[in-house]
């Protein structure tokens, strides 16, 4: 039986036999919605490496407790991937956030691409951020993951720009590019970078920006994929020859 995953602040300094309360939201939907009752077995995870297995021993309003029978702690997945995500319109961002944590990506960077046909202004970019950053967290528990992603700020070409140079690999998907994503070597560890268009393709600009700070472009098959699923396709795809995956 597949237990359930919930997150909790911290399990700094938790042993086997510490008790550790879930509170607030996350304990409400388990106790209330779930119908959580004491006895059942649970994993609780802090989103940085440290992971927990018990029986929860009280519930409450919006609390429950969980005595820990078994500690976890993983490191973190190596190499780590970062995907670059030009907004897309509606609420495919937030299909392609759920997909990329499901696959394991590490970061995921929503980028303002001069040609996206959804743009975030003023309020909208604290309400856009904070939908996938929620997306993500749910995600990270239904994929049972020890290291929870982050979902970065906006930010514009010119900082996508700095990021790719700092890449250890980084990639930009491009229709007209002349490498297949199939040829390039991914390194064993560090850092791959992974940057997806928007409906309107990446600019000529744009791409400029990219491969002067280092970035290959790079193509897929002959399909054309949406800007929501391009880019957990190229991960997959990168995934399955690194370690990680073997």
């Known amino acids: 039986m597949t237990l359930p995953v919930h997150l909790v602040p911290s399990l700094e300094s938790v042993v086997v036999g510490t008790r550790v309360a879930v509170e607030g939201d996350e304990a409400h939907h388990a106790v209330a919605v779930r119908r959580l009752r004491a006895g059942e077995l649970v994993v609780l995870t802090d989103g940085r490496g ?23 702690l993983a490191d973190p997945p190596s190499p780590s991937f970062t995907v670059v995500q030009a907004i897309p319109k509606g609420d495919r961002g937030e299909l392609a956030v759920e997909m990329l944590t499901e696959v394991g990506v590490a970061t995921m960077v929503p980028w303002a691409a001069s040609r996206s046909i959804a743009v975030w202004r003023g309020d909208r970019v604290a309400k856009s951020l904070t939908k996938w950053r929620t997306t993500a967290r749910e995600a990270a528990k239904q994929a ?16 996508v720009a700095q990021l790719l140079a700092t890449a250890d690999l980084a990639v930009v998907l ?19 970078v992974v940057v997806v268009g928007p409906e309107g393709g990446i600019s000529a600009d744009e791409l400029d920006a990219f491969t002067g700070a280092g970035a290959v472009p ?12 391009a880019g957990v396709a190229a991960v997959a795809a990168l995934l399955s020859r690194t370690p990680r995956w073997r």
């Open 50 to 72: 440290r992971s927990v297995t018990g029986a929860v021993s009280s519930t409450g309003k919006r609390v429950f407790e969980v005595e820990v029978r078994e500690v976890g």
């Open 144 to 159: 049972r993951r020890s290291w929870f992603p982050e979902v970065s700020d906006l930010r514009s070409t010119a900082e």
């Open 174 to 192: 491009h229709e007209e590019a002349s490498v297949p994503l199939a040829e390039v070597e991914v390194p064993p560890r560090g850092t791959v």
């Open 218 to 229: 790079v193509r897929l098959g002959t399909e054309v994929l949406r800007t929501s699923t």
